[in-house]
């Protein structure tokens, strides 16, 4: 199928938001390790979202499915959180839902209260581990026993109103040293009246925290596709792990050039079926069986306690796909700039796969200033967000000269495409990253399903 013309991918792009991501706040409680206020000399002066902000994203509310009150900050700490709530409901389509993610430490019963009173339909507590030295580290000084307090604080409050319908979650932040936490926390949420659960690998923000990812690099279509030609490689009786020591030998036997040529087939049947493959990743190979294990171990349990898990990737989803933007979502910092998602939402450096990378936010109006419909529907707008649902950009970890300065430049214009967005460094696209507002797409994203009305032809990258 051609590619979509923008004004054809423009016209298919709804003229209002679905999902709205507001900060309410960017000042927090607790100093996590693992968060983007941490992130060096990138950090941003911190405030509260001023009632006239908010008012100025009433028309967007009429038309909503979800509403999420996060950004950096901790929720609990704006003083008209549950004014927010109250307003935002009453104008919102039946069905709709009001939420936000929270550390729960500020939770007391009389809080849960008017939180339920104002018309709260989902909360989620981050909870990292069941051991309470473990939490006190990963949290930042929190305390594990302040979570159990305001689990049972909603319990309370939801008794008390039995007309409510509250979902209460938890959000958990995969890492190396709470990885084995997992299966017994999800038995300790569901003992304590949790649903649901998001886990969600961590974004290093910082150097200490370089070496707690466990995803891998190579993608689940790479690795199919390396096995069936390593089966093909055995059958030939060619030694794939050798490729790299005769590469650049000047002199080559008759063996050395079949090998050198086979591995050349394979990684050009790879660029004509638009598999990401970096051939050093790919030989080197990459154990993610432990967290395998851990993950598997941790549905078994789910199933059993009848919690509902929502696990992401280990290996990043060939499908690029932008849940952020796919399902309407519009992001507002607490003092009204409007970006289009979490990885364009603030400027931030990160650790990924190795190397230091700084991102630049991407805003597209000021509220301030302009309507948010106005803002949404904006050419620039509208050709960023038309420009991510084609989704022809690359994978870039999974590329031979990754990273290029294409990427790797604070100041992004273009990748190796030719495309203006930078998605293809993004690991929320990767399907790595998730959080409250995206859980419902994470088995979408997995079975890897098609966007409707949006044709995808595959392009060559040309450093694979």
Known sequence: MPKMTLSDAARSLPPHPSRLFVEVTSRCNLRCPMCVKQSGSQRTPDGDMAPEIFEALTPTFPKLDALILNGIGEPLLHPGLETCIRSSKQAMPEGSWVGFQSNGHLLDTARGRSLLEAGLDRIFLSVDATSPELFHTVRGGGSLGHVERALL?????????????????????????????????????????????????????????????????????????????????????????????????????????????????????????????????????????????????????????????????????????????????????????????????????????????????????????????????????????????????????????????????????????GEPVPCGDCLWSMGLLQCMGQEDEADELKNHAPIPGLAVAPKACPHR
């Open 153 to 417: 604080a909603l319990e309370t409050a939801q008794k008390d109103h039995p007309g409510a319908h509250l979902e209460v979650g938890a959000e958990f932040v995969l890492m190396r040293d709470n990885m084995t936490e997992l299966p017994a926390l999800v038995t300790w949420l569901a003992a304590r009246g949790v649903s649901r659960l998001i886990v969600s690998h961590i974004l290093p923000f910082g150097p200490a925290m370089a070496d707690q990812p466990v995803f891998g690099i190579n993608t689940e279509s790479a690795e199919l596709f390396y096995k069936e030609w390593s089966d093909r490689a055995q059958q030939a009786g060619l030694d794939l792990s050798q490729y790299f020591e005769v590469l650049w030998k000047y002199r080559k036997s008759p063996e050395e050039l079949r090998l050198v040529a086979f591995v050349n087939a394979m990684a050009a049947k790879a660029r004509q079926d638009d598999i990401p493959f970096h051939i050093g990743n790919i030989l080197a190979g990459e154990d993610l069986s432990r967290a395998e294990a851990v993950l598997h171990e941790a549905e078994s349990v789910a199933h059993d306690v009848g919690l509902r898990l929502v696990l992401p990737a280990l290996r990043p989803i060939n499908d690029r796909a932008c849940f952020g933007v796919r399902h309407g979502g519009m992001f507002v910092t607490w003092d009204g700039k409007v970006a289009p998602c979490h990885f364009l939402w603030r400027n931030f450096s990160c650790h990924l796969y190795g190397r230091k990378k700084e991102v630049l936010h991407r805003f597209f109006g000021d509220l301030h200033q302009d309507a948010a419909l106005d803002i949404w529907n904006s050419p620039a707008y509208t050709a960023f967000r038309a420009d991510v649902l084609d989704h022809r950009y690359p994978h870039c970890p999974s590329c031979n000269v990754y990273p290029c300065e294409d990427i790797d430049s604070i100041d992004f214009e273009y990748d190796c495409y």
